[in-house]
């Protein structure tokens, strides 16, 4: 596990997605890690803390995530804007050693059988919430957080910090063939409460 990698309260899991950044998605099931990159995901509910997920019906990961009922959403970083993108189409059923290919590593928590992703800025394990219409109808899949963590370079004390990180650990955000955007530069409004 990475030394920087903190648990973040689930009352505030829904912050690290907020932000709608390209998530890498995990799953396993029978003995089948996967990876795939998603551009379709959301925070939907605070407490408990909720996501949703587009999955296609001919992704390999969505069989996974069927299967052991878990997914993992992780988000990516400046660093891994290749990995992002070559997980994103390379499928495991065309190539089995795909992780191998993509240079995955993954590591995996106590009490937790869904892989997480080395190296990224922010990590939920989901509990698949079974809604068989939604899901077979639309491709979406909502989730209960049961865990979450982040790398405290970036984020700390509930928010991302992404103006006091190295820019290496900005969050990327797909646009379409290939180009991402990183995270840009914040900009406060005057809330009338302190900061």
């Known amino acids: 596990m990475n030394e920087h990698m903190v648990a973040v309260e689930l009352e505030k899991a829904y912050r690290l997605l907020n932000h709608g950044p390209t998530v890498l998605v995990s799953a396993s099931h029978d003995g089948v890690d996967n990876v795939m990159a998603a551009a379709w995901s959301c925070a939907l509910d605070f407490s408990p803390p909720k996501v949703t997920l587009v999955l296609d019906k001919a992704t390999s990961t969505r069989a996974l995530v069927e299967g052991s009922g878990y997914f993992a959403l992780q988000v990516p970083n400046v660093g ?34 869904t892989p997480l992703v080395s190296g990224c800025s922010a990590w939920l394990i989901c509990k ?13 899949f909502i989730g209960e957080v049961v865990e979450a963590w982040a790398d405290d370079r970036v984020f700390r004390n509930g928010h ?3 103006d006091k990180a190295d820019p290496s650990l900005r969050s990327l955000h797909y646009i379409a063939g290939g180009q991402f955007y990183a995270i840009g ?3 406060l409004a ?3 409460k302190p900061t």
């Open 80 to 113: 891994q804007v290749q990995l992002t993108y070559d997980v994103g189409n390379l499928s495991l059923a065309d190539a089995p050693d795909k992780l191998q290919k993509c240079g995955i590593e993954l590591f995996r928590v106590d009490g937790q059988a």
């Open 128 to 140: 698949v919430i079974p809604e068989p219409h939604i899901q077979q109808t639309y491709d979406l």
């Open 160 to 162: 991302w910090e992404f």
């Open 185 to 187: 530069e914040s900009a």
């Open 190 to 192: 005057d809330t009338g």
